[in-house]
Nanobody, 119 residues
Framework: VQLVESGGGLVQPGGSLRLSCAAS????????MNWYRQAPGKERELVAGITGGGGVTNYADSVKGRFTISRDDAKNTVYLQMNNLKPEDTARYYCNTYYWTDTSRRNYWGQGTQVTVSS
């Protein structure tokens, strides 16, 4: 499994960015995909998730109405459209997928992409 994020950068408050995560090494369309973020000194938190097939999405309360997760199964890519960015959105953003064994959840992570919101 390989997950490669891109699209981060420096943006002013109120601006937009679109993150991409290119996936390989597994049957992408069958698996849920998530975006997490981690700011310095804070725990990694779930930002948004989308089910395999894309029928259901979920969002952290802090990003609802501003962020949109989507997927293109033909391109094995998941996206995070981020609008009206705020300084508190500054973090490293990670792509994630997972599967369940009999006893635990096995996670896969990308290397992350940095998003900095600052004037």
């Amino acid at each position: 499994v390989q997950l490669v994020e891109s699209g981060g950068g420096l943006v002013q408050p109120g601006g937009s960015l679109r993150l991409s995560c290119a996936a390989s090494g597994f049957t992408f369309s069958s698996y849920a995909m998530n975006w997490y973020r981690q700011a310095p000194g804070k725990e990694r938190e779930l930002v948004a998730g989308i089910t395999g097939g894309g029928g259901v999405t979920n969002y952290a309360d802090s990003v609802k109405g501003r962020f949109t997760i989507s997927r293109d199964d033909a391109k094995n890519t998941v996206y995070l459209q981020m609008n009206n960015l705020k300084p508190e959105d500054t973090a490293r953003y990670y792509c994630n997928t997972y599967y369940w064994t009999d006893t635990s959840r096995r996670n896969y992570w990308g290397q992350g992409t940095q998003v900095t919101v600052s004037s």
